[in-house]
């Protein structure tokens, strides 16, 4: 699910930590697949993932929030400055699967 908020989005994330490498791998039922290299110990692949899609979407990391779920696979991240459009014309863009 990707809400529009008044100064950006939220996007909930379904992250696999430990992965071999980094990248998203598909957009289904409003949620967005991320794999991430580093292991969940002390929140290091929470920083690798909020790094990672400031990256994917050309933000800054500043402007990339985790909202909710800090120790769960399951997480809403706020990104300050990102539209729904720009959201889903970057995932066509970078040929990301979608459902």
Request: proline share 2%.
């Amino acid at each position: 699910m990707v809400l529009q908020k008044k100064e950006g989005i939220v996007i909930e994330i379904k992250a696999q930590p430990g992965a071999r490498r980094e990248e998203i791998t598909s957009w289904k039922e409003g949620i967005l697949y991320v794999k991430i290299k580093e292991n969940p110990e002390k929140g290091e692949a929470n920083e690798a993932l909020c790094i990672f899609l400031a990256e994917f979407f050309d933000i800054l990391k500043r402007d990339i929030l985790l909202i909710q779920g800090k120790t769960s696979r399951r997480k809403k991240i706020f990104c300050k400055g990102l539209t729904v459009e720009r959201f889903l014309e970057t995932i066509r863009q970078k040929n990301i699967h979608c459902n």
